[in-house]
């Protein structure tokens, strides 16, 4: 094959590859891509060996609505640029063979590298920082998108990763090693992370895959695909799983090929029938040619004389054998991408990458974004970068412009491109990734025993999808878990949150189990358990795949506010509406907490005339200014005034005004004569614990427990009377729905999970730091004055008092909204300057 020349300047010859090139990307981008990436799945657990499957992508307009988010344009700017740069140098190559041009175009080949050699950059950022950066979501619920903080923490480690990459090459060039070689091991540092990255996901899903694909294949449903698939799907799971077969092997060559080559890179060359090919070229080393296995196959074949069969076979076998791995990121990205999204690497090997929640990833189309645009800017750009190398270095060269004919770049670019160096850079990345594979591979295969011990589901959406509209009819619409606690009936809504876990028909096991999960977080969200009702809210967002998400979504705005994550809670608010009051409500205290922040005008409407929130701020103005205000025993008709009214008393209680809020009380009880405020009575019990009659505390709170058993607020007070001698000991509440005082001495260290409750007690200042947090109310109970520790610099949690009245957490309540109707507690941290507040107009709506 005669050596190119280089054509510098502009000609109108370059005009065609670059369009060609451009279209067919545009094309391959608009048909292609959406029909690969149709019917993506994610997998989460349920329970103990037990994975739902559900499907994200079911059509074509749901995938190109997922490539059109915003987390997304990066990775397609990335994935269209390294495709469209590939595809310019195969134009440009083809139009040359076919003596349509004199050779390469400068300006053609210059801006092709730019765009292969800049998303292959960034590949090796995005693969690097996803393994050493923990992604967000991981260790608990998050649905925050990336900060500008972790950006440049990403841009800062790719910069030192290509500092160290340029540094081996300086240490190498001291050595004396040929600049050849110096090239090529810089360029394998440099891009490493990726090939890394991808052998990782590939090795620690491979049992799992080949499972699926090996029945798929065969025209059985599989774990991961519930439906008899088409002609078409037979197919495509044939080709991926005749490939996964081949990796081990060729991974093993590799490594066995690598072992041979250290040990001596002589030990095997090819007799003189193979080099006397008209179409072999001598090779550097035989990993060019695919390793042992590839320097077998070409002396095997040399034997057939007919160079029309021989040809294709060994090029076809080489190529095969070379990118099996490393290449397979441009062949079967959307593999990847499956394979991401399923987030099965935990359960079918060892050494994956996790992106995100999986939860999250079934409802949230921003955490589906995320994990796409890691696909496309994690393995498009190296994976079109080995495709570059290989269409320019496979098997022969020789047409690479040498010498004179590179024209103006001979003493530059050609210089480093050149042909030992590129085949050296080719070898050595498609052998990285093969041991990567091969490593986490092997350790893998222990735990792919249990794959068949493990149940996956993906039929229970469907069913449950089918089965929601019935619900109603089916549970006889009984009362929901929130309005049974707005009623204070706790023992119903244990009862119905025990019967759900019992053994039920099949199809109605999907319905339970989102019935259960609702109830399960509406509970831990009525205690103040707020991180495991954000746990919860994730598991009920996933099972039901973001639809009817409303109730889910509020209660991760609530944890998020209520955790003080800030950068959390603004993308979730960003989901609610603007037109519920429960929703604005939240995203009023958002911007109270930030001290700062705007509201639209119909969210600041709706506020003006809402008595909730009028209530919240006359209690924030007392607070700025420390004062304790007696409670209109009148005002207790709602859930929400009931709930306030007994804050007011506590805070009487922390004042030490316990006889007069005890007369308060008593006669808010009398006026709701109607109505068992078992709530009410309890701290009417502790209201005369705090005046020394005893007797009749106990007494009263045994005829309330009694009646009301597995009231958590009633079981709780029980417990620290029996602590204290007074009666006995409650049965434990089996289903731990509860005050984490019950847990014996352990409640020191738990409690934090009651997020905006302070403690029974500020022993520790770990509790004392988590009280001023959770509700500063806490510093009137100080012997300093509560203004001035709330105007200190520092947390004043020196001066926070060691000893509470008795279970004051059980109605000590700072700002409060409602969810579903259900009072809720967002606590009251001391950190927020109600001065400020005021300044930035939040208070007055005006």
């Given at each position: 094959?005669?050596?190119?020349?280089?054509?510098?300047?502009?000609?109108?010859?370059?005009?065609l590859?670059?369009?060609?090139?451009?279209?067919?990307?545009?094309?391959?981008?608009?048909?292609?891509?959406?029909?690969?990436?149709?019917?993506?799945?994610?997998?989460?657990?349920?329970?103990?060996?037990?994975?739902?499957?559900?499907?994200v992508?079911?059509?074509?307009?749901?995938?190109?609505?997922?490539?059109?988010?915003?987390?997304?344009?990066?990775?397609?700017?990335?994935?269209?640029?390294?495709?469209?740069?590939?595809?310019?140098?195969?134009?440009?190559?083809?139009?040359?063979?076919?003596?349509?041009?004199?050779?390469?175009?400068?300006?053609?080949?210059?801006?092709?590298?730019?765009?292969?050699?800049?998303?292959?950059?960034?590949?090796?950022?995005?693969?690097?920082?996803?393994?050493?950066?923990?992604?967000?979501?991981?260790?608990?619920?998050?649905?925050?998108?990336?900060?500008?903080?972790?950006?440049?923490?990403?841009?800062?480690?790719?910069?030192?990763?290509?500092?160290?990459?340029?540094?081996?090459?300086?240490?190498?060039?001291?050595?004396?090693?040929?600049?050849?070689?110096?090239?090529?091991?810089?360029?394998?540092?440099?891009?490493?992370p990726?090939?890394?990255?991808?052998?990782?996901?590939?090795?620690?899903?491979?049992?799992?895959?080949?499972?699926?694909?090996?029945?798929?294949?065969?025209?059985?449903?599989?774990?991961?695909?519930?439906?008899?698939?088409?002609?078409?799907?037979?197919?495509?799971?044939?080709?991926?799983?005749?490939?996964l077969?081949?990796?081990?092997?060729?991974?093993?060559?590799?490594?066995i090929?690598?072992?041979?080559?250290?040990?001596?890179?002589?030990?095997?060359?090819?007799?003189?029938?193979?080099?006397?090919?008209?179409?072999?070229?001598?090779?550097?080393?035989?990993?060019?040619?695919?390793?042992?296995?590839?320097?077998?196959?070409?002396?095997?074949?040399?034997?057939?004389?007919?160079?029309?069969?021989?040809?294709?076979?060994?090029?076809?076998?080489?190529?095969?054998?070379?990118?099996?791995?490393?290449?397979?990121?441009?062949?079967?990205?959307?593999?990847?991408?499956?394979?991401?999204?399923?987030?099965?690497?935990?359960?079918?090997?060892?050494?994956?990458?996790?992106?995100?929640?999986?939860?999250?990833?079934?409802?949230?189309?921003?955490?589906?974004?995320?994990?796409?645009?890691?696909?496309?800017?994690?393995?498009?750009?190296?994976s079109?970068?080995?495709?570059?190398?290989?269409m320019?270095?496979?098997?022969?060269?020789?047409?690479?412009?040498?010498?004179?004919?590179?024209?103006?770049?001979?003493?530059?670019?050609?210089?480093?491109?050149?042909k030992?160096?590129?085949?050296?850079?080719?070898?050595?990345?498609?052998s990285?990734?093969?041991?990567?594979?091969?490593?986490?591979?092997?350790?893998?295969?222990?735990r792919?025993?249990?794959?068949?011990?493990?149940?996956?589901?993906?039929?229970?959406?469907?069913?449950?999808?089918?089965?929601?509209?019935m619900?109603d009819?089916?549970?006889?619409?009984?009362?929901?878990?929130?309005?049974?606690?707005?009623?204070?009936?706790?023992?119903?809504?244990?009862?119905?949150?025990?019967?759900?876990?019992?053994?039920?028909?099949?199809?109605?096991?999907?319905?339970?189990?989102?019935?259960?999960?609702?109830?399960?977080?509406?509970?831990?969200?009525?205690?103040?358990?707020?991180d495991?009702?954000?746990?919860?809210?994730?598991?009920?967002?996933?099972?039901?795949?973001?639809?009817?998400?409303?109730?889910?979504?509020m209660?991760?705005?609530?944890?998020?506010?209520?955790?003080?994550?800030?950068?959390?809670?603004?993308?979730?608010?960003?989901?609610?509406?603007?037109?519920?009051?429960?929703?604005?409500?939240?995203?009023?205290?958002?911007?109270?907490?930030?001290?700062?922040?705007?509201?639209?005008?119909?969210?600041?409407?709706?506020?003006?005339?809402d008595?909730?929130?009028?209530?919240?701020?006359?209690?924030?103005?007392?607070?700025?200014?420390?004062?304790?205000?007696?409670?209109?025993?009148?005002?207790?008709?709602?859930a929400?005034?009931?709930?306030?009214?007994?804050?007011?008393?506590?805070?009487?209680?922390?004042?030490?005004?316990?006889?007069?809020?005890?007369?308060?009380?008593?006669?808010?009880?009398?006026?709701?004569?109607d109505?068992?405020?078992?709530?009410g009575?309890?701290?009417?019990?502790?209201?005369?614990?705090?005046?020394?009659?005893?007797?009749?505390?106990?007494?009263?709170?045994?005829?309330?427990?009694?009646?009301h058993?597995?009231n958590?607020?009633?079981?709780?007070?029980?417990?620290?009377?029996?602590?204290?001698?007074?009666?006995?000991?409650?049965?434990?509440?089996?289903?731990?729905?509860?005050?984490?005082?019950?847990?014996?001495?352990?409640?020191?260290?738990?409690?934090?999970?009651?997020?905006?409750?302070?403690?029974?007690?500020?022993?520790?200042?770990?509790?004392?730091?988590?009280?001023?947090s959770?509700?500063?109310?806490?510093?009137?109970?100080?012997?300093?004055?509560?203004?001035?520790?709330?105007?200190?610099?520092?947390?004043?949690?020196?001066?926070?008092?060691?000893?509470?009245?008795?279970?004051?957490?059980?109605?000590?309540?700072?700002?409060?909204?409602?969810?579903?109707?259900?009072?809720?507690?967002?606590?009251?941290?001391?950190?927020?300057?109600?001065?400020?507040?005021?300044?930035?107009?939040?208070?007055?709506?005006?």
């Amino acid at each position: 094959m005669s050596t190119m020349e280089i054509i510098q300047g502009f000609s109108p010859g370059m005009i065609l590859p670059i369009s060609v090139a451009t279209l067919t990307a545009w094309l391959f981008w608009d048909r292609v891509v959406p029909r690969q990436l149709k019917g993506l799945q994610v997998a989460f657990q349920t329970g103990e060996r037990r994975y739902e499957v559900h499907q994200v992508t079911e059509s074509i307009d749901d995938v190109k609505h997922l490539l059109s988010l915003r987390g997304m344009r990066f990775g397609v700017l990335s994935y269209l640029m390294a495709l469209t740069g590939s595809l310019i140098l195969l134009f440009e190559f083809t139009a040359a063979r076919m003596d349509l041009s004199g050779g390469f175009h400068a300006p053609s080949v210059a801006f092709a590298l730019i765009l292969i050699v800049f998303p292959a950059i960034i590949s090796s950022g995005t693969s690097l920082g996803a393994q050493v950066i923990r992604p967000l979501g991981t260790m608990r619920a998050t649905m925050q998108k990336n900060t500008k903080i972790r950006n440049i923490g990403y841009v800062a480690l790719t910069a030192s990763w290509l500092l160290l990459a340029l540094a081996v090459g300086v240490v190498l060039k001291s050595r004396g090693v040929s600049q050849t070689h110096q090239l090529s091991v810089a360029a394998f540092v440099a891009f490493s992370p990726a090939i890394l990255a991808y052998g990782r996901i590939l090795g620690s899903s491979w049992h799992a895959l080949k499972q699926s694909s090996q029945q798929i294949a065969k025209g059985k449903a599989s774990p991961f695909h519930n439906h008899l698939p088409n002609a078409r799907q037979q197919f495509i799971a044939q080709v991926v799983h005749l490939n996964l077969v081949a990796m081990p092997y060729v991974a093993i060559n590799t490594m066995i090929s690598l072992l041979f080559l250290l040990y001596d890179p002589t030990m095997f060359t090819h007799s003189d029938r193979v080099i006397e090919l008209p179409e072999y070229r001598l090779q550097s080393t035989y990993m060019e040619e695919g390793g042992l296995l590839g320097f077998g196959l070409i002396e095997l074949f040399s034997h057939i004389p007919q160079a029309g069969i021989r040809v294709p076979i060994v090029t076809s076998l080489l190529l095969f054998l070379l990118l099996n791995v490393a290449a397979i990121g441009f062949l079967f990205v959307y593999e990847v991408a499956r394979i991401l999204f399923l987030d099965i690497q935990d359960v079918s090997g060892v050494g994956g990458i996790r992106l995100a929640d999986s939860r999250l990833l079934r409802a949230e189309p921003v955490q589906q974004a995320s994990v796409l645009n890691f696909c496309f800017t994690g393995f498009a750009g190296q994976s079109m970068l080995l495709l570059a190398l290989a269409m320019i270095t496979f098997w022969d060269s020789s047409f690479l412009p040498q010498g004179a004919a590179c024209g103006d770049w001979e003493s530059s670019v050609c210089s480093v491109l050149e042909k030992d160096m590129l085949e050296e850079l080719t070898w050595m990345l498609a052998s990285g990734g093969q041991v990567a594979f091969l490593v986490v591979w092997g350790l893998s295969i222990r735990r792919s025993g249990t794959l068949a011990d493990i149940a996956f589901d993906a039929s229970m959406d469907e069913d449950r999808t089918r089965l929601r509209g019935m619900s109603d009819m089916i549970y006889v619409k009984q009362r929901s878990v929130n309005e049974l606690i707005i009623e204070e009936d706790w023992d119903t809504a244990l009862r119905r949150y025990e019967s759900l876990s019992e053994g039920k028909e099949a199809t109605l096991v999907g319905l339970d189990m989102v019935r259960k999960t609702k109830a399960t977080m509406l509970l831990y969200a009525a205690l103040g358990r707020w991180d495991e009702a954000e746990e919860i809210a994730i598991d009920l967002l996933a099972l039901k795949g973001g639809r009817d998400a409303q109730l889910s979504r509020m209660i991760l705005c609530a944890a998020s506010l209520a955790q003080r994550d800030m950068k959390e809670a603004k993308p979730r608010l960003d989901l609610l509406p603007n037109d519920d009051i429960e929703a604005v409500r939240l995203k009023w205290i958002y911007n109270l907490l930030q001290s700062k922040g705007s509201l639209k005008q119909q969210a600041i409407s709706m506020l003006a005339i809402d008595p909730m929130t009028k209530k919240n701020i006359e209690m924030l103005r007392q607070f700025g200014e420390g004062k304790v205000s007696s409670p209109n025993p009148k005002k207790v008709q709602t859930a929400v005034d009931r709930r306030m009214f007994l804050s007011k008393i506590a805070r009487m209680r922390l004042a030490n005004k316990s006889e007069y809020a005890l007369n308060l009380l008593e006669e808010a009880i009398a006026n709701l004569s109607d109505i068992d405020w078992v709530h009410g009575r309890i701290t009417q019990s502790l209201l005369n614990f705090d005046e020394g009659r005893v007797m009749t505390a106990v007494d009263l709170a045994e005829r309330i427990a009694k009646e009301h058993p597995r009231n958590p607020h009633v079981r709780s007070i029980m417990v620290h009377y029996a602590a204290l001698g007074h009666t006995e000991m409650p049965s434990s509440e089996h289903t731990k729905i509860e005050w984490l005082f019950e847990q014996g001495s352990d409640w020191r260290v738990t409690w934090p999970k009651h997020t905006v409750s302070v403690a029974p007690s500020l022993e520790s200042n770990l509790l004392r730091q988590h009280a001023w947090s959770a509700n500063a109310w806490v510093a009137l109970a100080s012997d300093k004055e509560m203004v001035d520790l709330l105007s200190s610099r520092k947390p004043p949690v020196k001066d926070l008092p060691e000893s509470l009245p008795l279970a004051l957490y059980t109605h000590l309540s700072g700002i409060l909204v409602t969810i579903g109707g259900m009072p809720v507690d967002l606590g009251l941290p001391g950190t927020l300057r109600i001065s400020t507040v005021e300044k930035h107009g939040l208070f007055t709506f005006t």
